[in-house]
């Protein structure tokens, strides 16, 4: 009997959490589906542009704006959905080489460091969304890209960032609590 081939996956082992099982995961992977059609639209929004602007010599003030609001938002929230397909950059090399306690020590840290990331640049997301929503006298107010057309874009671009990181946060979170139970040794029947 052969072996079957090794999967891009084979290195997650019962001490790892695996990533996309959880309820959080598989909702991020299907609101991932959603906004994946936003690529679709941006393209869209771009094609009317070119055919306004060259075909009918009347160019719009909305689509550059538009189109760089959609491809921001699709680009932030590609990192929740990269960690909840396990498809982010990973560099095995060691890892895969470590016995399955060395290995679990090193994922565990590894996920504490992607919270300590979360929690510095969430940091920076949440002055920059809050100054993009609030007045310096505190007053609600959203930011505008102060073009002709002026819409709160680049408001709404620094909250998409927001969720984004809390996202990745939150998922580093739940991983983390998934590893602690799914620890190598660890008595089943608790």
């Not at 771009?46 to 680009?75: D, K, Q």
């Amino acid at each position: 009997m052969k072996k079957p081939r090794s999967t891009s996956d084979d290195h997650l082992d019962a001490c790892a959490p695996e990533p996309g099982h959880g309820l959080l995961d598989r909702g991020i992977r299907r609101g991932g589906q959603v906004i994946a059609w936003l690529t679709f639209i941006a393209m869209l929004v771009s094609v009317y542009e070119v055919i306004m602007r060259y075909g009918f010599n009347a160019p719009t003030e909305w689509a550059h704006e538009t189109t760089t609001f959609l491809v921001a938002a699709i680009f932030a929230l590609g990192g929740p959905y990269a960690l909840a397909t396990n498809r982010h950059i990973q560099i095995r090399l060691l890892l895969d080489r470590l016995s399955p306690r060395k290995r679990s020590v090193l994922e565990l840290l590894n996920l504490m460091l992607g919270i300590l990331f979360c929690v510095a640049i969430g940091y920076a997301a949440w002055v920059l969304a809050y100054n993009a929503t609030h007045a310096p006298t505190g007053n609600w107010r959203l930011e505008t890209s102060g073009s002709s057309w002026n819409p709160p874009l680049p408001a709404f671009t620094k909250i998409v960032i927001l969720i984004s990181i809390a996202l990745m946060a939150i998922q580093q979170v739940v991983r983390i609590a998934t590893h602690r139970r799914a620890r190598p040794g660890r008595e089943a029947t608790k």
